[in-house]
């Protein structure tokens, strides 16, 4: 057993794949532990973890490019766990006991059919003698390493191979991708089976665990927390309520600028239900005041950030002496991304985050979801009993209606926008399509055009709704959302909501355009 919680822990060397992460998440939904670590971290770090396997990742790079990523040494004189290599990382173990790597003209790109030729294979157990698989390489393993024996094979080349005796394996297909079907079932063999690791990653064990912690951390001391109504503000105020109970103070402060009736509603989540220790704020005319006369959507996020953190602050003031500030920072926020020529360079992801609450407060951060994927806060806050209708709300993003006002944001645009938004919104619902889509709202135009209603002629404001399917925000394509779905948000939005009288559905993806459209 390693690692500094209390579980087994599978090691991910992070070679500048894009599925990185799918890995790590295929893993936890195993109920393992595990931790991404760039391919280039020392080491002794590594060692002091004590894991009970590693796991090498794709990358854009070629093992036989001189700048190359490559790893400190042979890994089996540091570690005797099991290692599995996939794609790149295969290649890399394949040269580096002495195989030979070999580029291509012939790139194997998309699904292929892959052969198992040697049944008796752990990594291959239970399986059938052929599947489906997904590659994507250019450079492929010509000579095999001496004492490894090959496992499995395409029509085009060599794609498994195992070491038994010293227990390292390799694919070169990608098993967590969903383009492999059973790509799981290998996972599962490799973790559970060869590295011999006990599912204990569980919703229940991390919430005892971060309790425990918690309550070590914060000891008699106060907490403060941010609400957002949002799913990682709230799962996080309920890990740190089921600490140290009324202890906290939770702020949720109502700008004006969310969705219509949410303050209203979630403060009564976060009261009855969740009997959280709330102080609701109610500063709806300040934020107005502060974006009066605005239009840039750069100065609206700044003066939105820093009156939050004013609001924010006089409200901890009110709660005396205060020591920490929870967090919900995620782990995709802190798993550290690596640079490989050729790559995906560093994602950059835009930081205009309301809930950044100021350094000046100097107070100490407890974070208990900083180990946790999105979709496990999701099953923590299930365990936790946080309402359905809080875990699977949609984004929304800390500046809300603000910045899908284009324009000066008025409280006759706000009244807009928030009536439009719950059309969608219901609309959606009864469709049964909420949940399949990442986000989705209306945008309020700030032109008019000409329309009629009866026999009047009107010039009135445009609508155009924006929606969008996505794993993670930071890629999107626009949601087909089925043409009498889009008819019915129509129809009721130009009869109901007075001052609209056109309807438009924004069709682009991110890139080259954005989610929101400020
Ligand atoms: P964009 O528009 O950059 O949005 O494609 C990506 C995701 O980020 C959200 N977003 C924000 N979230 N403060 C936030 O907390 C912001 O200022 C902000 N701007 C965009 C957006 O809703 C989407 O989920």
């Known amino acids: 057993m390693g690692s500094e919680l209390n579980h087994d822990l599978i090691i991910i060397l992070d070679f500048g794949s894009q599925y990185t992460q799918l890995i790590a998440r295929r893993i936890r939904a195993l109920g393992v532990y595990c931790k991404i670590f760039p391919y280039n971290v020392s080491v002794d770090k590594l060692q002091a973890l004590n894991p009970s396997g590693l796991i ?46 070999e580029p291509s003209t012939n790139r194997e790109y998309g699904h292929a059919r892959l052969r198992v030729i040697h049944p008796a294979s752990p990594l291959f157990k239970g399986l059938p003698p052929e599947l489906d698989v997904w590659l994507s390489h250019g450079d492929y393993v010509t000579k095999i390493p001496d004492g490894f024996q090959p ?13 038994l005796s010293t227990r390292i394996f390799g694919v070169q297909f990608h098993p967590e991708v969903s383009h492999t079907p059973m790509g799981i079932e290998i996972l599962r063999n490799f973790i559970l089976n060869i ?64 969705k219509d ?35 840039d959507p750069e100065e609206k996020r700044k003066r939105i950030g820093r009156l939050f953190i004013e609001v924010f602050e006089e409200e901890a003031a009110r709660i005396g002496h205060v020591d920490f500030l929870v967090q919900g920072t995620l782990y995709p926020d802190v798993i550290e991304s690596v640079s490989v020529k050729g790559g995906p360079s560093s994602v950059i992801k835009s930081h205009h985050n309301v809930g950044g609450l100021p350094d000046t407060m100097r107070l100490e951060l407890v974070e208990p979801l900083r180990e946790l994927f999105k979709d496990e806060v999701r099953n923590l806050g299930r365990e936790l009993k946080v309402p359905e209708v809080i875990l699977t709300r949609h984004p929304f993003p800390g500046p809300g209606q603000a910045v899908r006002i284009i324009g000066e944001v ?15 919104e219901e609309e959606l619902r009864l469709a049964g399509l909420y949940d399949s889509i990442w986000q989705a ?52 939005m130009v009869s109901e909501i007075k001052g609209i009288n056109r309807v438009v559905y924004d069709i682009s993806s991110k890139p080259p355009s954005t989610i929101e459209w400020e």
């Open 56 to 101: 090498f990742s794709g990358g854009p790079a070629s093992v036989y490019d001189e700048d190359a990523p490559r790893l400190e040494g042979n890994y089996r004189d540091f570690f005797s766990c099991p290692i599995l290599g996939i794609c790149y990382g295969f290649q890399l173990l394949a040269r580096q006991f002495g195989g030979v790597v």
């Open 151 to 163: 496992i499995a094979e395409t029509d085009g080349a060599l794609n498994a191979f195992e070491n």
């Open 195 to 258: 590295c011999d690791v006990r599912g204990d990653w569980t919703p229940d064990s991390i919430i005892h665990e971060q309790v425990g912690l918690i309550q070590e951390q914060v000891k008699g001391g106060k907490v403060v927390c941010a609400l957002s109504g949002g799913v990682d503000s709230t799962v996080a105020a309920a890990i740190v309520h089921e600490a140290i109970g009324d202890r906290q103070s939770c702020i949720f402060v109502n700008t004006g600028l969310l």
């Open 261 to 295: 009736g949410e303050f209203e509603s979630t403060c009564g989540i976060y009261e009855r239900q969740m009997s959280l220790n709330l102080r609701g704020v109610d500063a709806q005319s300040r934020f107005l005041h502060t974006l009066k006369g605005v239009i």
């Open 410 to 424: 008025t409280p006759e645009a706000l009244a807009i926008i928030r009536e439009a938004d719950r059309v969608f």
């Open 441 to 492: 709202f209306p945008v309020l135009l700030p032109i008019s055009t000409v329309g009629v209603m009866g026999d009047f002629r009107t010039y009135e404001k445009v609508i155009a709704l924006r929606a969008v399917t996505s794993v993670d925000g930071m890629t999107a394509d626009w949601a087909r959302i089925p043409h009498d779905v889009l008819a019915r948000v129509s129809t009721r």
